[in-house]
């Protein structure tokens, strides 16, 4: 996890009308888990957030509330759980055509208890309401993007 953990939950926000004293502010933001934008694609959100402002969107940068900081493991726990689960046959009888980081993640998920599968879940459902919340004042989230997320395959193992 690259950057401090106030950085990985910054966020930039716009306003969808072009009339910023209409306007509420909408927003776009640096993921919580993957730290800030490098290269060309920091470059390239910059520019974008630079153009909104020129043609007068309000933009604002906001943080995501302390709780996203537990959505990746939450959110892995109950992938490798359900992995675990839907993939158990394959797993069981034809185990030496999964790839070795496959394998390793349905093993995972095999060793999570009930419990903790369960405050996964629970947690799930508690970060949605607070991103309904905390989005709700906002016409748009604009996400930077450092190039890894769900593109990355090393990204979840």
Same mark, same amino acid.
Request: hydrophobic letters at 35%.
């Given at each position: 996890?690259? *950057?401090? &953990?106030?950085?990985?939950?910054?966020?930039?926000?716009?306003?969808?009308?072009?009339?910023?004293? !209409?306007?509420?502010?909408?927003?776009?933001?640096?993921?919580? +888990?993957?730290?800030?934008?490098? %290269?060309?694609?920091?470059? !390239?959100?910059?520019? !974008?957030?630079?153009?909104?402002?020129?043609?007068?969107?309000? +933009?604002?940068?906001?943080? &995501?509330?302390?709780?996203?900081? #537990?959505?990746?493991?939450?959110?892995?726990?109950?992938?490798?759980?359900?992995?675990?689960?839907?993939?158990?046959? #394959?797993? &069981?009888?034809?185990?030496?055509?999964?790839?070795?980081?496959?394998?390793?993640?349905?093993?995972? %998920?095999? $060793?999570?208890?009930?419990?903790?599968?369960?405050?996964?879940?629970?947690?799930?459902?508690?970060?949605?309401?607070?991103?309904?919340?905390?989005?709700?004042?906002? $016409?748009?989230?604009?996400?930077?993007?450092?190039? %890894? *997320?769900?593109?990355?395959? *090393?990204?979840?193992?």
């Amino acid at each position: 996890m690259a *950057g401090s &953990l106030p950085d990985r939950r910054r966020r930039k926000t716009l306003p969808c009308d072009p009339h910023p004293l !209409n306007a509420s502010p909408s927003g776009g933001r640096k993921t919580p +888990v993957l730290g800030t934008g490098r %290269g060309l694609c920091q470059q !390239n959100f910059s520019e !974008n957030i630079h153009t909104l402002r020129k043609g007068g969107a309000h +933009v604002e940068e906001v943080e &995501l509330p302390e709780i996203f900081g #537990l959505a990746h493991r939450a959110i892995r726990t109950i992938m490798a759980a359900e992995a675990a689960l839907n993939l158990e046959e #394959l797993y &069981l009888k034809h185990a030496p055509m999964i790839s070795p980081t496959l394998k390793d993640f349905i093993a995972e %998920g095999r $060793d999570v208890g009930a419990l903790v599968y369960l405050q996964a879940l629970k947690l799930r459902l508690a970060l949605k309401e607070e991103l309904e919340r905390f989005l709700e004042r906002y $016409d748009a989230s604009l996400p930077s993007h450092d190039g %890894g *997320g769900a593109g990355d395959a *090393g990204a979840y193992g």
